[in-house]
């Protein structure tokens, strides 16, 4: 057990500890949750460090240590047990990847912070200071996780954030159920993990800057590179990137060359270490130009969008900002412009869909941000209501007024 100002920690490197600290964890209704690893050189993110908390013991749990973590990752996928978390997208998918699952009763202290209005993202100390008058040291987000042993910074770093997340969890939630929006919280955060399951499910060549501007054949050809990478990447055990860097997969998607001696001038291609892989990405660009295309892409769906849909983008954009700081909710966590636009294309019935029973629901009219959000943005989107300038003084300076059915209002012409 080691003590530094009021901080108590454990640290678990062996069996016995390890199944001592279980013994606790299992007990326990809620667990504060949190990991250090190193993703920079590797395929996959290199955990270190696994850090859970009771509500009075504090655990940092050594994964190098050579027991096997399953019970922890199940421990945190229990449906009965609340697991409080920091930004916890690495934590999610340390879980998904060991388990399949999710975590069922996840709180995130930093989307909760937003969906009450405060700001989004925040990072663990910001909402240290705000919600708790705490000032936390940072001193080693750039340690190197892997050296053995850890130093008492190093794990005081570790223990410090998951010492305080209890006290952040019984602060927000009480605000959360206060506001009516505790089953917000719990909705959304099901639907980002699922969401981030899904993603990681999906073959990422989708996601490549500049692939929505490539032909089918481009297209065959950027997946075929993009699996070739995948594959050595998880061989060699390193960052994709490394191995062939998005751009270049593009580029060569683009141009739709299989001839290595032309592939070899392409910048970044040139360098004398990728010399022996030019036969294996000449053959992957071969396979692109005779395989099927892909079928039709997400972007590919709709009309393409209009000018006065952009306008009305726009438009209503700053509406659901408006509305956002009216109901005291962060605006990235209610959506982007984007979402905006899938809207507006859904009320114009360019989004693909032949009818509303085959046309996917926008996010923004899904569970509570349709009733916040949605719903008040249609009234506008019909001219049933209109946002104007109340008092420019105002912190709120703008206001929502009804509009009198038949009323119409005539720009004043211009005038020399």
């Not at 013994?23 to 859970?52: G, N, R």
């Not at 019970?71 to 229990?78: P, R, T």
């Not at 989004?120 to 940072?138: F, H, T, V």
């Not at 993009?226 to 141009?255: F, G, H, M, S, T």
Request: charged fraction near 25%; charge should be neutral.
């Amino acid at each position: 057990m080691s003590r530094e100002k009021n901080l108590e920690y454990m640290l678990i490197d062996d069996a016995q500890g390890f199944a001592d600290a279980l013994e606790v964890l299992q007990a326990a209704p809620s667990i504060a949750y949190d990991t250090e690893f190193v993703a920079e050189d590797c395929y996959q993110p290199d955990l270190c460090l696994v850090q859970l908390a009771t509500r009075e013991r504090v655990f940092l749990i050594d994964p190098k240590a050579g027991f096997s973590l399953d019970a922890v990752w199940n421990l945190l996928s229990d449906p009965e047990r609340r697991v409080i978390v920091h930004a916890g997208r690495e934590e999610i998918l340390f879980v998904y990847r060991a388990t399949g699952g999710i975590i069922p009763q996840l709180f995130d202290v930093q989307v909760a912070v937003g969906m009450m209005g405060g700001e989004y993202p925040a990072s663990y100390g910001k909402l240290l200071q705000r919600e708790l008058g705490i000032r936390a040291p940072k001193g080693e987000t750039r340690t190197n996780w892997r050296t053995r042993p850890l130093t008492r910074s190093q794990l005081n770093y570790a223990a410090l954030d998951v010492y305080h997340l209890h006290a952040l969890y019984d602060r927000l939630a009480e605000q959360l159920r206060e506001a009516g929006r505790d089953t917000w919280l719990h909705d959304e955060l099901l639907m980002r993990q699922q969401r981030l399951v899904e993603t990681q499910k999906q073959e990422g060549w989708i996601r490549l800057s500049g692939v929505q501007a490539l032909s089918p054949e481009g297209l065959s050809i950027a997946r075929e590179l993009w699996r070739w990478r995948e594959r050595r990447a998880q061989q060699k055990n390193l960052p994709p990137r490394r191995v062939l860097r998005d751009d270049l997969i593009v580029e060569l998607a683009r141009r739709g060359v299989s001839d290595p001696k032309k592939i070899a001038h392409v910048r970044g291609l040139h360098h004398q270490g990728f010399k022996r892989f030019l036969p294996e990405i000449a053959q992957c660009i071969e396979r692109g130009l005779t395989a099927a295309p892909p079928a039709e892409m997400p972007w590919q769906r709709g009309t393409p969008r209009s000018r006065h849909a952009s306008l009305l983008q726009q438009f209503l954009s700053a509406a659901m900002a408006y509305l956002c700081r009216s109901h005291r909710i962060a605006p990235g966590i209610v959506g982007s412009s984007d979402d905006v636009g899938k809207l507006i294309g859904y009320w114009l019935g360019d989004d693909g869909g032949e009818g509303p029973g085959q046309r996917p629901l926008p996010d923004l009219l899904k569970s509570w941000r349709g009733k916040l959000i949605g719903e008040p943005l249609e009234r506008i989107f019909r001219g049933q209501q209109a946002l104007r300038v109340g008092d420019p003084e105002a912190e709120m300076p703008l206001e929502l007024c009804d509009v009198a059915a038949g009323e119409e209002t005539t720009p004043e012409p211009r005038t020399s």
